[in-house]
């Protein structure tokens, strides 16, 4: 899939007053660096930016930066906001190369729930981790990571190592098998099976000061 397109102006002057300027013609400073190349100062259109923050996936979203003519695959670092306004104020563009990879959050969705027999039983998704570290290809970075359900019973974990992960994609943890997600009892049943236990327990106690009664009626 291709990138979506941001268009940019290159950045000839610098300090606040300018900055401040920019903002009021609805443009925001930003800066592209990395690669072993010199970091270019450029302003970007602020509405187009704020519409793609309102994706979601703004900062785990490959881009390419268009300046003069010129297209550079970029990821967005760091958003600075105004304190009260939360509004966008200057962003940081990290450029990637073609065979680039890049250690990213990646958000964690569920699926299959309805084949999920701990579910059918009034159990809970209980999500671990909502989002993963991993490394991955800079061109192709998954917007999400699914843990499949499938046959998942009350009281099961699902672990990173049984989760099915696109090609090229490893978590940056690699030193042991993490829990992402479990399936957990209702807080419902959870009181029953608690309650069945202390009755049993009650029962127990019962019949043994029963059993020593008659001993020692004996």
Request: charged share 30%; aromatic share 4%.
């Amino acid at each position: 899939m291709a990138n979506t397109v941001i268009k940019a102006e290159v950045r000839t002057k610098a300090g606040k007053g300018s900055s401040r300027a920019m903002r009021r013609e609805g443009r925001l400073p930003a800066v592209i660096y990395g690669d072993k190349k010199d970091a270019v100062s450029i302003s970007v259109d602020r509405v187009e930016i704020v519409k793609q923050m309102n994706t979601g996936s703004f900062l785990s979203t490959t881009y390419d930066v268009e300046v003069e003519g010129k297209k550079e695959m970029v990821i967005p670092r760091d958003v600075q906001l105004h304190p009260i306004s939360d509004w966008p104020m200057h962003i940081d563009f990290l450029r990637l190369s073609k065979n680039a990879t890049i250690n990213i959050n990646i958000p964690v969705h569920v699926i299959n729930e309805d084949d999920c027999p701990g579910i059918r039983q009034g159990g809970i998704v209980n999500i671990v981790r909502h989002e993963v570290e991993f490394e991955c290809p800079a061109n192709a970075i998954p917007e999400s990571i699914e843990i499949d359900l499938t046959g998942a019973e009350l009281g099961d974990s699902i672990h990173i190592s049984s989760v099915k992960l696109p090609e090229g994609v490893t978590p940056t943890i690699d030193d042991r098998d993490f829990t992402v997600a479990t399936i957990s009892a209702p807080s419902g049943l959870k009181s029953a099976e608690s309650e069945e236990a202390e009755s049993d327990e009650e029962h127990s106690v019962e019949v043994e000061a029963t059993s020593q009664k008659s001993e020692d009626a004996e």
